[in-house]
C-alpha cells in the first residue's frame, strides 16, 4: 500500500490527513506500507508525528513502513528530534 504525503503538512492538516487514510490504515493486510514524500515541501515537526503514527499502526498490524523520497530537510529534523534510526530501521 502506497501513501502519499500532501505538499503541505504541519498541525493544522495532519488531523485531517490521518482521516483520510484511516480506512487504508484499518484495513491493511500483509503489505508493506510506503510513504511517499516526495510532495512534501512545507512542514513543521507534525509531519514527523504523523510518519511516527503511521508507523506504529502499520507495526499492529505486523507489516513494515518504508519511506521513499525523504526531504533532506524533514530528515535533518528526525535526526534533531533522535528518531532518524526509528525511521532508517522502519
Known sequence: MEL??????????ATAQLAIWA????????EAVTLD??????????????????????RA??????LRDVPPRLHDLAAVYGIDAL???A
Open 4 to 13: 502519499i504525503l500532501p505538499v503541505t503538512l504541519t498541525h493544522a492538516q
Open 23 to 30: 480506512p487504508q490504515l484499518a484495513g491493511l493486510g500483509d
Open 37 to 58: 514524500c516526495a510532495a512534501l515541501q512545507h512542514f513543521d515537526s507534525t509531519a514527523l508525528a504523523l510518519v511516527l503514527e503511521v508507523g506504529r499502526q502499520a
Open 61 to 66: 498490524k505486523g507489516v513494515r513502513l518504508q
Open 87 to 89: 525511521w532508517n530501521s
